[in-house]
């Protein structure tokens, strides 16, 4: 922001003594421009120099965003905030906050109105695939030479899942990496630490059931929810980048070391180490399953971390939560000590706005008020989300105050490689398959890990074809 404001004024500063020079030299009144030239070759008026006057006129733009809910607030916050910061610096902007669940905004609600040509604004936007889905169709706006203005095109850690032929789409707004949040207070009565194998895991599992308590959160009405614990068991036995072949057709969802992590998630529902009832909870009961001590243990995102402050659903466990990744499974496949992370959410533009002049200096603005090290900063400490841009590790470690966090970041800082989840790396069709039925159906007994891992392969193969 500094470094804006000075060349702001260094700008301001050049133009002055342009104008200056341009008008300076003339003492000819009336408007005799034509005829001075033909004599010496001199600037030949003194009228005043004149601003393009600013466009007042009121003007609406739409953002939508996904933070709903209760957990989301210190998210919702951040935006807000910026919104302001933009309103004030866009002369007669609007900005109008459409608030959709996550899930139904990218399967539903932002594909139906690329379809029809009419997204909003500014949109909550998944990376890969999504935006290269919509950047090949022309619905995006090229990002890249805004970027470069503003010149910030190098700092994030990583655009890949939103960049196309060259040309960045789309901006992540945080990282995220997946694992177990524990209740320390019931491990310490029992004289627990975090398991160091795959073994002690299970056997904890085995002593919280027998506790009569609920070993793992479980909500799986929305498939993507099981599927961020199946996802790390399959690539603990077939190997971390297992899932990236799936497109490739380098290897299958039916390969005998895939089949295992379903068939090790299936066991644990079998035992009854989820909630009973799983398929009929929605993610936010999840949540409460963990935050009211009925569940021990819960896989999520660190992002989850945010309910654990103070005002927030979660407070009443503040330093009583750990996070640990996947012990390595025997016989697994790769480094064992992968984690699952990524930075694929973040925020898209519509193409249309690039046909604006007013809609495009609100998207400027709205980026550069949105990225930047202070709302960075504020996602980490507010709202537990990891930097989706390079900070000075001596800026994180004096941000980085309550002890979640920090193990959160040794568990990150442990982990010698990571992979980026299944719906990033394969098409939507096969997304569509295993999140809406084939988990579902697992869970529910009504297909076995084997025929699931058939009907995912099918459903592969027709993809794989479609794009040859």
């Known amino acids: 922001m500094r470094k804006s404001i000075t060349m702001l004024l260094s700008l301001m500063f050049v133009t002055s003594a342009l104008l200056t020079a341009c008008g300076g030299?003339?003492?000819?009144?009336?408007?005799?421009?034509?005829?001075?030239?033909?004599?010496?070759?001199?600037?030949?008026?003194?009228?005043?120099?004149?601003?393009?006057?600013?466009?007042?006129?009121?003007?609406?733009?739409?953002?939508?965003?996904?933070?709903?809910?209760a957990d989301k607030q210190k998210r919702l916050a951040i935006l807000e905030d910026v919104v302001g910061k933009v309103q004030e610096e866009v002369p007669?902007?609007?900005?109008?906050?459409?608030?959709?669940?996550?899930?139904?905004?990218?399967?539903?609600?932002?594909?139906?109105?690329?379809?029809?040509?009419?997204?909003?604004?500014?949109?909550?936007?998944?990376?890969?695939?999504?935006?290269?889905?919509?950047?090949?169709?022309?619905?995006?706006?090229?990002l890249t030479p805004i970027l470069e203005e503003l010149g910030i095109k190098d700092k994030f850690s990583n655009l890949d899942p939103f960049t196309y032929e060259g040309k960045i789409y789309g901006l992540p707004i945080g990282g995220?990496?997946?694992?177990?949040?524990?209740?320390?207070?019931?491990?310490?009565?029992?004289?627990?630490?975090?398991?160091?194998?795959?073994?002690?895991l299970e056997q904890q599992l085995a002593d919280i059931k027998a506790d009569g308590?609920?070993?793992?959160?479980?909500?799986?009405?929305?498939?993507?929810?099981?599927?961020?614990?199946?996802?790390?068991?399959?690539?603990?036995?077939?190997?971390?980048?297992?899932?990236?072949?799936?497109?490739?057709?380098e290897a299958k969802w039916s390969d005998p070391n895939v089949v295992?992590?379903?068939?090790?998630?299936?066991?644990?529902?079998?035992?009854?180490?989820?909630?009973?009832?799983?398929?009929?909870?929605?993610?936010?009961?999840?949540?409460?399953?963990f935050t009211s001590g009925e569940a021990i243990l819960m896989y999520d995102g660190t992002w989850k971390s945010s309910v654990f402050k103070a005002g927030q659903s979660g407070e009443g466990l503040i330093g009583k939560v750990g996070f640990f990744n996947i012990p390595a499974v025997d016989g697994g496949v790769g480094?064992?000590?992968?984690?699952?992370?990524?930075?694929?959410?973040?925020?898209?533009?519509?193409?249309?706005?690039?046909?604006?002049?007013r809609q495009l200096a609100a998207v400027k603005s709205f980026i550069k008020n949105m990225y930047n090290e202070e709302m960075q900063l504020r996602g980490l400490v507010e709202d537990g989300v990891l930097p989706a841009m390079k900070l000075d590790q001596a800026v994180l470690d004096a941000n980085i105050t309550d002890d979640l966090m920090k193990e959160i970041v040794a568990v990150l800082n442990n982990s010698a490689s990571s992979f980026p989840a299944f719906d990033s790396l394969v098409q939507a069709?096969?997304?569509?398959?295993?999140?809406?039925?084939?988990?579902?159906?697992?869970?529910?007994?009504?297909t076995t890990p084997e025929k699931m891992?058939?009907?995912?392969?099918?459903v592969q193969e027709e993809a794989n074809a479609a794009v040859e």
Do not use: C
């Open 25 to 69: 030299n003339n003492n000819n009144t009336g408007n005799n421009g034509g005829a001075a030239a033909t004599n010496s070759g001199t600037a030949a008026t003194n009228a005043p120099a004149t601003e393009e006057p600013v466009n007042t006129e009121p003007f609406e733009m739409t953002i939508r965003h996904t933070q709903v809910g």
């Open 213 to 249: 308590k609920v070993p793992l959160a479980g909500a799986s009405k929305a498939g993507w929810v099981p599927l961020m614990l199946a996802n790390h068991l399959w690539s603990r036995y077939a190997g971390p980048d297992v899932t990236a072949k799936f497109a490739t057709g």
């Open 335 to 357: 480094d064992q000590t992968a984690l699952m992370r990524d930075v694929n959410n973040g925020y898209g533009f519509s193409a249309s706005a690039g046909e604006d002049e």
């Open 453 to 458: 891992g058939e009907e995912l392969q099918k």
């Open 260 to 289: 295992k992590g379903f068939a090790k998630y299936k066991e644990w529902v079998d035992k009854g180490y989820f909630k009973k009832g799983e398929l009929g909870f929605e993610y936010a009961e999840y949540t409460t399953q």
């Open 176 to 200: 995220s990496g997946e694992g177990f949040f524990y209740n320390k207070e019931y491990y310490a009565s029992k004289g627990w630490k975090a398991p160091a194998t795959f073994a002690e």
């Open 429 to 446: 069709d096969v997304t569509t398959e295993i999140s809406n039925i084939q988990i579902q159906k697992l869970i529910g007994g009504q």
């Open 92 to 142: 007669g902007l609007t900005f109008k906050l459409d608030g959709v669940d996550s899930d139904v905004n990218r399967k539903e609600k932002l594909r139906g109105e690329m379809a029809a040509g009419n997204p909003p604004e500014i949109f909550d936007l998944f990376g890969s695939p999504d935006s290269k889905i919509y950047a090949k169709e022309g619905k995006l706006l090229d």
